[in-house]
């Protein structure tokens, strides 16, 4: 009985070790990390960059009311002190148009600057705002678009002295809000149930059922204003170019991960970068019909979660607990 049993326990681990080498990776690797790590003077999980007009001159804000300062374009950062109340805070949000600046955070934080960050004045915000501040915008000389955590939306145009509702009702609890180049946006909802959409004009958001059992990760707009969207267990899906109202067939950059997908941001019309937890990233050189690994990157100790494109030539992607990506041209495309 003995001999047969162990023949047939045999069988059984090669049968999963082969099922194990068809879930392994089967993404081919980067031909070149185009990617600088750098770790910030902070422990702090950062939130947001901006520039100035200046592409040297950039800021970092995150939680403990963390705001950092770069005048060499991010490959060193220095932390400025704020005068704020709220020790703990979150500052969520910063944007630069010229010398003018914002930030927002919570639990209702908003700051002004129009010397290039040398100074900043906190604006006080009504008790009534519903939420707190979660994304800001600079549109120009004393105007600036803000949005909250429950998806209300709003407008100044006197340097925050007052706001103007842009929707009547907010959409409720949010996981994350992206704008659109037009002025659109997509809102996907804490739980990830279901994501809404708002476009210039309207009174209210539109609700959109998700499209599959799987849970909404994140969303955004791809350049030319279609979206795209992250769901659990690494899906990504895109709107059909020729009709936004419907997606295309999802698709897994990298099958049998037990990461999840947390942010994607395109560098160029056709090139993608999509970042997730523990120290993944993977990028798409044809629009996201086929994906490669960068595997350089794979140490470091952190989940990747907010890629910015200020520009084809300057990215940052920001990592948990001081760590931050800088994108640099590879010595064959600069």
């Given amino acids: 009985m003995d001999s047969i049993v162990k023949p047939f326990k045999r069988i059984v681990l090669l049968l999963a070790a082969v099922l194990l080498c068809v879930g392994c990776s089967k993404v081919p690797s980067t031909s070149a990390n185009p990617w600088q790590v750098i770790y910030l003077p902070t422990k702090a999980n950062m939130q947001d960059i901006a520039f100035t007009a200046d592409p040297h001159h950039g800021w970092l804000v995150g939680s403990d009311a963390t705001l950092l300062e770069t005048a060499d374009g991010g490959l060193t950062w220095q932390e400025k002190r704020l005068n704020l109340e709220e020790e703990k805070a979150v500052l969520t949000s910063v944007s630069f148009s010229g010398k003018e600046g914002w930030i927002v955070g919570e639990p209702s934080i908003l700051l002004h600057t129009s010397d290039e960050g040398q100074s900043w004045t906190r604006i006080p915000?009504?008790?009534?705002?519903?939420?707190?501040?979660?994304?800001?915008?600079?549109?120009?000389?004393?105007?600036?678009?803000?949005?909250?955590?429950?998806?209300?939306?709003?407008?100044?145009?006197?340097?925050?002295?007052?706001?103007?509702?842009?929707?009547?009702?907010?959409?409720?609890?949010?996981?994350?809000?992206?704008?659109?180049?037009?002025?659109?946006?997509?809102?996907?909802?804490?739980?990830?149930?279901?994501?809404?959409?708002?476009?210039?004009?309207?009174?209210?958001?539109?609700?959109?059922?998700?499209?599959?059992?799987?849970?909404?990760?994140n969303m955004g707009f791809k350049p030319d204003g279609t979206l795209w969207m992250l769901a659990r267990g690494g899906q990504v899906q895109f709107t059909k170019a020729e009709n936004p109202e419907e997606w295309e067939e999802a698709v897994y950059p990298e099958l049998s991960t037990s990461w999840g997908l947390l942010d994607m941001?395109?560098?160029?019309?056709?090139?993608?970068?999509?970042?997730?937890?523990?120290?993944?990233?993977?990028?798409?050189l044809d629009g996201?019909?086929?994906?490669?690994?960068?595997?350089e990157v794979e140490d470091v100790p952190s989940n990747f979660y907010k890629i910015v494109f200020l520009s084809p030539q300057q990215g940052f992607i920001i990592g948990q607990q001081g760590v931050l990506l800088k994108y640099q041209e590879p010595a064959a495309a600069a």
Avoid: C
Wanted: glycine content about 12%; charged content about 20%.
């Fill in 265 to 284: 941001a395109y560098r160029t019309p056709d090139e993608i970068w999509v970042a997730g937890g523990s120290g993944n990233l993977l990028s798409s």
């Fill in 288 to 295: 996201g019909k086929t994906w490669q690994k960068d595997r």
């Fill in 125 to 217: 915000l009504s008790a009534k705002l519903p939420g707190a501040p979660n994304t800001i915008l600079a549109l120009g000389p004393d105007a600036a678009e803000m949005t909250t955590n429950v998806g209300a939306i709003y407008r100044t145009a006197d340097g925050g002295n007052s706001w103007k509702a842009m929707v009547q009702e907010a959409v409720g609890v949010v996981r994350n809000i992206e704008r659109s180049p037009s002025g659109g946006y997509v809102a996907v909802s804490g739980k990830g149930n279901f994501y809404s959409t708002w476009e210039p004009g309207l009174n209210a958001w539109t609700p959109h059922n998700r499209n599959s059992s799987r849970r909404v990760q």
